[in-house]
T-cell receptor, first 114, second 114 residues
Framework: DTEVTQTPKHLVMGMTNKKSLKCEQH?????MYWYKQKAKKPPELMFV???????INESVPSRFSPECPNSSLLNLHLHALQPEDSALYLC?????????????FGPGTRLTVL | AQSVTQLGSHVSVSEGALVLLRCNYS??????LFWYVQYPNQGLQLLLK??????LVKGINGFEAEFKKSETSFHLTKPSAHMSDAAEYFC????????????FGKGNQVVVIP
């Protein structure tokens, strides 16, 4: 099973709302990633968790808050977002977080901020 | 810093014709190179990867790529395009950070003409 699942598929939220995105994998992978992708652009790395510890934060605004409760689950908590945060949010996982690893991507959550 | 360059954002190819997508990399260390495909409203799927074994890499869906160190290239080819090949294709490189951080190219939108 090489599947990464993400919920919800679509999310519409106002600028004062608090919401969360969820990502799950059951491949035994120890590295998990959040990416943001705008239309017609490549994914931009936001956060990396390695062995359930935050190892990379690409200077992401604090209105995005990641959480890794266990090795299979990754959350992204959203609060006070701006319309420019509207994008496709992709989660990925890889076996060990090493350079030769393949990253397996989920289908994404399409976020619209009104 | 590592980077990849993909020229020509839009590539049109006739059904049955050769698909050729160019990727040139810049890396101060031996690179690991990846090609991903993204179908509309989906996440990224690995087509193939190079991790310093054979220089000619075969992937899924009839795609292959050849690593040429002298040309710093990793071009993607498929002998005969199919309508189902219409998608966005991203080249990516890792290898300098030890944490599987991928640097993506800008992508190629492939259109297949019947």
């Amino acid at each position: 099973d090489t599947e990464v699942t993400q919920t919800p598929k679509h999310l519409v939220m106002g600028m004062t709302n608090k919401k969360s995105l969820k990502c799950e994998q059951h491949m035994g992978h120890r590295a998990m990633y959040w990416y943001k992708q705008k239309a017609k652009k490549p994914p931009e790395l936001m956060f990396v968790y390695s062995y359930e510890k935050l190892s990379i934060n690409e200077s992401v605004p604090s209105r995005f808050s990641p959480e890794c409760p266990n090795s299979s689950l990754l959350n992204l908590h959203l609060h006070a977002l701006q319309p420019e945060d509207s994008a496709l949010y992709l989660c990925a996982s890889s076996p060990r977080g090493e350079d030769t690893d393949t990253q397996y991507f989920g289908p994404g959550t399409r976020l619209t901020v009104l | 810093a590592q980077s990849v360059t993909q020229l020509g954002s839009h590539v049109s190819v006739s059904e049955g014709a050769l698909v050729l997508l160019r990727c040139n990399y810049s890396s101060s260390v031996p690179p690991y190179l990846f090609w991903y495909v993204q179908y509309p409203n989906q996440g990224l799927q690995l087509l193939l990867k190079y991790t310093s074994a054979a220089t000619l890499v075969k992937g899924i869906n009839g795609f292959e790529a050849e690593f040429k160190k002298s040309e710093t290239s990793f071009h993607l080819t498929k002998p005969s395009a199919h309508m189902s090949d219409a998608a966005e294709y991203f080249c990516a490189v890792s290898g300098a950070y030890g944490n599987n951080r991928l640097a993506f190219g800008k992508g190629n939108q492939v259109v297949v003409i019947p």
